[in-house]
């Protein structure tokens, strides 16, 4: 009888568990390219993930899986955060498929308001959907919006430095923003109703532009010497661009830093245990060529790494992942089905095997693409379109208006008058609009005429033709577009038939009818102010 007994409290016990809904931990930074320390050991070549340091995402891919192939659906902020909140293509989301001018449409469900409908607390700390109206809608436009304690660790060499300056230590200026991480956090926990499963997004913005120059080696130690030769191929390997980009590896390690703080907390509370911890970025990195607004992997490649405890750690994954597969993936995690609107897959069969490698043999492609990201970058607030297939060998992508200017019209060059060099550092608007304002934009605009830098300068701000194809065993860079090749003349028509099958399957836009819905009203609308006609360079 006391075997019965004791058996039957064990089976009880295990049901209880069995039915206990994880929480949900989602760190995402903004333009948080893939970057990060983790990444050194299973990359194969030198790059800036040998000298950023970033412990506590390396800790939740030691502990969990890490993704050698993330990708977003779009490399700008709002369609990006669009596809990953609804779970589907950023082009199938209405006018949140652009970036200014975004326009939420509260038919389309979202997984964390899905979570709470569930029983879930949600609560989110900084960015979450934005730019765009009304700001953070698909998480209840900030009704669980857990910031009180400040938004100042959103400018973080900003603020520490103008603690420094004013006399306080690098350590305790920093620890003045840790706190306010730390406090928001506290407060998130706090209105918890008691035996809840939970769902934070902790979204900070540090990692956008703008940051202090210099602050990288000053806050961080990271000399830009060391990335010399490591560097993406498209970058100018000087030292202006290396410090900016130490300045850029700055701010992710402190964001790590917070995420290692958050981590924490949940360890004393024993609440780690039983929380899915996911790390990501929303694109690549911002103020560079090839970077945020681009299809190459130096704009949609981001890091990934998952830790659900209990499940099978220490593993490297070659599966293709979209961001969108998230919202699948927390819903499946909280046991509610996800919505058949939803285009993204869930990552759960891959997150339970015990695999190395390449776990679902179909999860070996991903879709990419853009429309509209600064709305003023092109004369008639015109986007500029693009679409991607990236396989393991290739990456194939349609502009489908190689007449424009892919980084934006070149607004007021003049051969006898230049903007200067602060103003190119410092106001993105001002030329080539959809390429973030930073030292190595103003830098390189000002090499146009040296033969030596000709080419960076093309490939930064140049026109593109229709098509473009990437070999990636010789070109992992994508530097060298082979498209019309005859060598690799079959390869490209597979490409192109399999990337045009998808998009009508899925109804983008830009492939049905006339293609031209996303190049009018209203997606074409600048909140209310009449369009600027077509504007001389």
């Known amino acids: 009888m006391k075997r019965v007994l004791l058996f039957s409290l064990v089976m009880l016990s295990l049901t209880a568990q069995a039915a206990k809904k994880p929480n949900i931990l989602f760190a995402f930074a903004d333009d948080w390219g893939r970057y990060a ?27 969990g899986v890490l993704f050698k192939n993330a990708f977003v659906t779009a ?3 709002t369609p990006c955060r669009s596809s990953l909140l609804s779970g589907q ?3 199938r989301t209405g006018r949140a498929a652009i970036l200014q001018g975004a326009v939420w449409d509260d038919k389309i469900p979202s997984f964390p308001l899905l979570l709470r409908d569930s029983g879930y607390h949600i609560g989110e700390t900084y960015k979450v ?13 900030g009704k669980h919006g857990f910031e009180k304690a400040g938004g100042r660790f959103n400018g973080f060499s900003q603020n520490v430095s103008r603690m420094v300056n004013d006399g306080q230590s690098v350590s305790d200026a920093k620890q003045v923003l840790y706190d306010e991480v730390t406090a928001n956090f506290e407060s998130f926990l706090k209105a918890r109703p008691a035996d809840k499963p939970f769902c934070y997004w902790f979204g900070p913005t540090l990692v956008h532009r703008k940051w202090i120059q210099g602050s990288g080696k000053r806050l961080w130690g990271i000399d830009p010497d060391l990335l010399k030769g490591k560097l993406p191929g498209m970058l100018p390997d000087v030292p202006i661009v290396r410090e900016d980009f130490a300045d850029y590896l700055g701010e992710v390690q402190a964001f790590d830093h917070a995420l290692g703080l958050i981590l924490t907390r949940l360890e004393q509370l024993g609440e780690l245990d039983n929380t899915v911890v996911v790390v990501s970025g929303d694109h690549g990195a911002p103020g560079f060529p090839g970077g945020k607004c681009n299809l190459y992997d130096f704009g949609t490649a981001v890091p990934l790494a998952v830790w659900w405890p209990g499940k099978p750690g220490g593993r490297v994954l070659e599966d293709y992942v979209n961001l969108m597969d998230l919202a699948p993936t927390f819903l499946e995690l909280a046991g509610v089905k996800p919505p058949r609107v939803m285009t993204g897959r869930s990552l759960v069969p891959v997150l339970e095997s015990k695999q190395q490698g390449l776990v679902d043999a179909k999860r070996n492609w991903v879709i990419t693409g ?10 008639d607030l015109l986007g500029y379109p693009q679409r991607a297939l990236r396989t393991p060998e290739f990456l194939y992508i349609i502009n489908f208006k190689p007449d424009r200017w892919p980084m934006g019209d070149p607004y007021h060059l003049k051969a006898d008058k230049q903007p200067d060099f602060n103003t190119l550092a410092n106001n993105t608007f001002v030329t080539f609009g959809d390429l973030d304002a930073s030292p190595t934009k103003a830098w390189l605009m000002q090499q146009v005429d040296v033969p030596k830098w000709k080419w960076h300068y093309d490939y930064a701000f140049g026109r593109r033709p229709r098509i473009e194809l990437y070999h990636l065993k010789n070109d992992p860079d994508q530097l060298k577009n082979v498209a019309g090749q005859p060598q690799f003349a079959a390869a490209q028509k597979q490409l192109h038939g399999r ?17 031209s819905t996303f190049d009018k009203p209203p997606f074409v609308s600048d909140f209310g102010r009449r369009p600027r006609k077509t504007a001389k360079p």
């Open 499 to 515: 990337l045009m099958s998808e998009l009508k399957r899925t109804g983008d836009p830009r492939v049905s009818g006339d293609g």
């Open 370 to 379: 853009r429309e509209r990201h600064v709305a003023r970058a092109r004369a």
């Open 89 to 91: 293509y950023f082009y």
């Open 75 to 77: 490399p700008s902020c």
């Open 129 to 141: 959907w934005t730019p765009g109206t009304p700001r953070d809608a698909p998480f209840g436009a």
């Open 37 to 63: 320390s983790a990444y050194a050991k299973v990359d194969g070549r030198p790059s800036p993930n040998d000298v950023v340091r970033t412990p506590h995402f390396d800790r939740v891919a030691r502990e």
